[in-house]
């Protein structure tokens, strides 16, 4: 009797495919296992934006401080929107240096599958390394710019008295995290959805630039807790208000640091994340007939 020659050999497989059934499978397993190509892609999602540009790397730098110059002149000169005591260009970069990293990995997880569909539609590989790796990829972007960020503050920290950093500051890699994931998980979600609501893609970048001024990088919380009170509870339930709102209070001294506000940013974060993943690797399935 004839027998298959990999029972002859009694080899075990590599890897063997099969349909994911349980909802709660994250495939964790998988992406572990595809280590090396999360970072292939990563090396791919950073030469490629600039390798073809005549400053490179620099813009890095001069995005956040242009950024921030414009800020300090609408919003601090001529608005007069006070920046509690502290000199406008060290606020506004406070605010921005967290937030660029945040909107960047929003931005651009939130394409991945029409952007990555010709990939996705030749060759096996778990589809949750690509937003992984622009969440990785961006956080280089965001470790040059915190540099940056630090080299200013460092300069007013020893020439103005108004700055008073504290022990906040080592919950800074945690706020990082989390503006990341929070990112991936609004990212993750948009992306599944637009595999079918085309449209749904046109109002991202609108609606990244409204959250932002829903969000205390231009103007501190204080401030609207002092003039407009009706509004602030709106304001918290924008879960990047307590993670910018806890940066600037650890770099700074000002801010209205809050566990509360903290911990809710973490719960909404965790929660947008695990559903994200639920409905990305719903989609994944059969996003190939839509796309």
């Known amino acids: 009797m004839a027998t298959n020659k990999f029972e002859e050999d009694n080899e075990p497989w590599d890897l063997?495919?099969?349909?994911?059934?349980?909802?709660?499978?994250?495939?964790?397993?998988?992406?572990?296992?595809?280590?090396?190509?999360?970072?292939?892609?990563?090396?791919?999602?950073?030469?490629?934006?600039?390798?073809?540009?005549?400053?490179?790397?620099?813009?890095?730098?001069?995005?956040?401080?242009?950024?921030a110059l414009t800020f300090a002149i609408i919003f601090g000169a001529l608005a007069n929107i006070s920046t509690?005591?502290?000199?406008?260009?060290?606020?506004?970069?406070?605010?921005?240096?967290?937030?660029?990293?945040?909107?960047?990995?929003?931005?651009?997880t939130s394409d991945?599958?029409?952007?990555?569909?010709?990939?996705?539609?030749?060759?096996?590989f778990p589809r949750m390394i690509v937003p992984l790796s622009l969440v990785v990829s961006n956080l280089i972007k965001f470790g040059i710019q915190f540099l940056l960020?630090?080299?200013?503050?460092?300069?007013?920290?020893?020439?103005?008295?108004?700055?008073?950093?504290?022990?906040?500051?080592?919950?800074?890699?945690?706020l990082i995290l989390l503006m990341g994931f929070l990112g991936l998980g609004f990212?993750?979600?948009?992306?599944?959805?637009?595999?079918?609501?085309?449209?749904?893609?046109?109002l991202i970048?609108?609606?990244?630039?409204?959250?932002?001024?829903?969000?205390?990088?231009?103007?501190?919380?204080?401030l609207v807790s002092e003039k407009y009170p009706q509004y602030k509870l709106i304001l918290l339930?924008?879960?990047?208000?307590?993670?910018?709102?806890?940066f600037k209070y650890a770099f700074i001294g000002v801010g209205e640091f809050n566990w509360l506000y903290l911990s809710y940013s973490f719960l909404f974060t965790i929660i947008l994340f695990f559903v994200g993943l639920i409905i990305f690797n719903k989609v994944e399935k059969s996003f190939m007939d839509t796309v």
């Not at 506004?92 to 931005?107: K, P, R, V």
């Not at 503050?153 to 080592?170: A, E, G, K, R, V």
């Not at 990212?187 to 046109?202: A, C, H, N, Q």
């Open 16 to 67: 063997i495919l099969e349909p994911r059934t349980k909802w709660y499978s994250l495939g964790l397993s998988n992406i572990l296992r595809f280590k090396d190509l999360l970072f292939l892609f990563v090396k791919r999602d950073f030469v490629s934006v600039y390798k073809q540009t005549i400053l490179g790397p620099v813009w890095f730098f001069i995005q956040p401080i242009i950024t």
């Open 84 to 108: 509690e005591g502290v000199p406008p260009i060290l606020f506004y970069m406070c605010g921005i240096t967290l937030w660029n990293y945040f909107s960047d990995t929003l931005n651009k």
């Open 112 to 124: 991945t599958f029409i952007a990555n569909a010709s990939i996705f539609g030749k060759v096996y």
């Open 149 to 174: 960020f630090i080299i200013i503050w460092l300069y007013f920290l020893f020439t103005n008295n108004s700055i008073h950093p504290n022990s906040t500051i080592m919950l800074v890699p945690i």
């Open 187 to 202: 990212g993750i979600v948009i992306t599944s959805l637009t595999t079918k609501y085309r449209d749904l893609k046109f």
């Open 205 to 222: 970048s609108f609606g990244v630039q409204l959250l932002m001024y829903a969000s205390p990088i231009v103007f501190p919380l204080s």
């Open 237 to 246: 339930a924008n879960p990047i208000t307590g993670l910018i709102e806890a």
